[in-house]
């Protein structure tokens, strides 16, 4: 059995994937398989992909049919054979110690452990320009819950999960194709918890075909202000702010915790208005009312999400 198993899900990455694979080849730890599922590519992908074959740790799954991100990473899930799983992106490249520091950080980690993360350099494709980013770290529960309403801080790319986190909490969502490792593993949060390395483990590329490339930033937001919304209708308002026992101190805090979430790059406009609603309920202001009306106008009628 293999340390850990690299996932990919990749669709149309002909330009990339061998400098993703050859990243993997590179590294350090070298016990390790690595399956590869092409979502029916339309470019050279399973070529590229196909010539690194011989490499008998490398696996290639392909799917006759487009079907998701979520679909391709549940195949390449499936076939894991090691109790720690990687998601590589097709257009991502580790470092070269990236696998050796994930998996030494993970199983060594206590087993309430479910995923570890690390930073990453961000790589612009059209200057070339590399930019080490230091990612925030988990806070412990009931914060790490209030902190993923704000802001999701594991690049798939950069984590490492134990395979039981799949197999209890997954599959990955196939509906969205907009991270399904956050849906996933913000369900796996009712049993298990995150942590961290200081040290950057990817270069993440960004360029302007991937998923959260600008032209495609609406959907994305739409689908995290979705998964954002599950979460705080999941936990209420007493899984969220336990430590508030009287109303108002539920109320400021509320308050205070959407003035930050809509400060995001990716606002939860949905999920602020449902905790503003669950407070206005409880302690209803003039101002809370106001405030509310306001994000019901910015959103569009199909954007809106029932409570």
């Known amino acids: 059995?293999?340390?850990?198993?690299?996932?990919?899900?990749?669709?149309?990455?002909?330009?990339?994937?061998?400098?993703?694979?050859?990243?993997?080849?590179?590294?350090?730890?070298?016990?390790?398989?690595?399956?590869?599922?092409?979502d029916a590519s339309e470019d050279g992908t399973p070529e590229v992909i196909q010539s690194y074959l011989q490499d008998p740790r490398i696996h290639l799954v392909r799917l006759d049919h487009w079907s998701g991100l979520g679909t391709a990473r549940n195949a390449g899930f499936q076939k894991a054979g090691s109790p720690f799983i990687t998601m590589l992106d097709g257009d991502d490249a580790y470092l070269p110690d990236a696998l050796e520091l994930l998996v030494n950080a993970i199983s060594q980690s206590p087993s309430d452990i479910g995923v570890v993360y690390g930073d990453h350099i961000r790589l612009d494709d059209a200057t070339g320009q590399k930019t080490l980013v230091r990612v925030v770290p988990p806070m412990s529960k009931p914060a790490?819950?209030?902190?993923?309403c704000c802001i999701n801080p594991v690049l798939p790319s950069a984590c490492i999960m134990r395979r039981q986190v799949w197999e209890e909490y997954g599959p990955h969502d196939v509906v969205n194709n907009?991270?399904?490792?956050?849906?996933?593993?913000?369900?796996?949060?009712?049993?298990?918890?995150?942590?961290?390395?200081?040290?950057?483990?990817?270069?993440?590329?960004?360029?302007?075909?991937q998923v959260t490339a600008p032209a495609k930033w609406a959907a994305f937001r739409a689908n995290r202000d979705a998964q954002v919304l599950r979460i705080v209708q999941s936990l209420g308002l007493d899984g969220l702010f336990p430590e508030a026992t009287e109303n108002f101190a539920v109320a400021s805090a509320v308050d205070n915790h959407v003035t930050r979430?809509?400060?995001?790059?990716?606002?939860?406009?949905?999920?602020?208005?449902?905790?503003?609603?669950?407070?206005?309920?409880?302690?209803?202001?003039?101002?809370?009312?106001?405030?509310?009306?306001?994000?019901?106008?910015?959103?569009?009628?199909?954007?809106?999400?029932?409570?």
């Not at 400098?19 to 080849?25: H, L, P």
């Not at 790490?144 to 993923?148: A, K, V």
């Not at 399904?180 to 360029?207: C, G, M, N």
């Not at 407070?279 to 809106?304: D, G, N, V």
């Open 1 to 38: 059995m293999p340390k850990v198993t690299v996932t990919m899900g990749v669709r149309n990455m002909a330009r990339y994937v061998g400098a993703a694979i050859e990243s993997v080849r590179a590294q350090t730890l070298q016990d390790w398989e690595f399956i590869l599922v092409d």
């Open 178 to 209: 907009y991270s399904t490792e956050f849906d996933l593993w913000t369900r796996s949060l009712q049993t298990y918890s995150i942590a961290k390395i200081d040290a950057p483990v990817v270069v993440y590329r960004r360029h302007a075909e």
């Open 144 to 148: 790490l819950f209030r902190q993923i």
């Open 261 to 307: 979430m809509l400060k995001m790059k990716y606002p939860a406009w949905n999920a602020a208005l449902f905790l503003l609603a669950q407070t206005q309920a409880l302690f209803p202001t003039p101002e809370r009312a106001e405030h509310m009306k306001t994000i019901a106008s910015l959103l569009e009628p199909h954007a809106r999400q029932p409570n």
